[in-house]
């Protein structure tokens, strides 16, 4: 099955193999500083899905250097995305996002800025702002859909209704901005029609990139008691290999599949623990597509 991968993106897009580079701006999200709610999503750690992203007490020089410095013995002189993983990125006054944005983006190895966030937290100002930007290097938003379907939207506490989001992806293509949606496969209740008629959905919605990540039980979080107590359970690999291959089959060939999996922390991952064989998933998951 042919498919357009991110690396094939990236070297179609910058002329040479592109790595990402988590950061983390100190941010918080309106899911857990009581705008919102308290808890955050039912599914997200205490890291803000930030486990792997620098650390908020440093600048963001400094975790731009340690992360190449992290890929170092991969790439020598080599070009990075300076990515804003964890927790809502967009969630803060303007000035700050300005700051720290820009000096991420201004940054000599820094060839494009992608920035996680939720489609509710993209008021005029902050569209201005990366509009701005987006002339400068190529700016990416990633926004954190999950799934189409209210029922678990609720469940999970997502907290925004699906205009919400279409309205989002609206108004981030207008301005120029790549868009890029993430989506787990596993959520508790959903069938395998429900999760490929979200990533139908995704396909027909105009976006630039799908994220397919695997639902991960991590420790601490409310969807760990809610695994505890029988209530759902995991996908087995075979049935997320195939279901990855059929949601593939699903998408236009133009866009680009940034992940086909994800990674959990091993120290906290509770299920579904073949998921930490990152090397064995990703063989099958090429085995299923060849």
Known sequence: MKYYTLNQYLKDTFGEKVYKIALDGGFTCPNRDGSLDTRGCIFCSGEGSGEFAGNRRETITEQIEKGKERVSAKIKNGKYIAYFQAF????????????????????????????????????????????????IKPVWVELGLQTIHKK????????????????????????????????????????FDDMKETVRYVGESGVDGIKLQLLHVIRGTDLEKEYAAGNFRTLEMEEYVNLVADCIALLPPGMVIHRMTGDGDKRTLVAPLWSADKKRVLNALNKALS
């Open 88 to 135: 809502t990125n967009t969630y803060g006054p303007v000035d700050s996002l300005r700051n720290l944005y820009e000096e991420a983006i201004r940054h000599q190895d820094i060839v494009a800025l992608s920035i996680a966030t939720r489609p509710d937290c993209l008021p005029d100002e902050v569209l201005e702002l990366l509009r701005e930007l987006n002339q």
């Open 152 to 191: 678990t939207a609720d469940y999970i506490r997502r907290g925004y209704d699906l205009p919400v989001f279409e309205r989002a992806v609206k108004q981030l293509k207008e301005i120029g901005i790549t868009v890029i949606v993430h989506v787990i496969l596993g959520l508790p209740g959903e069938t």
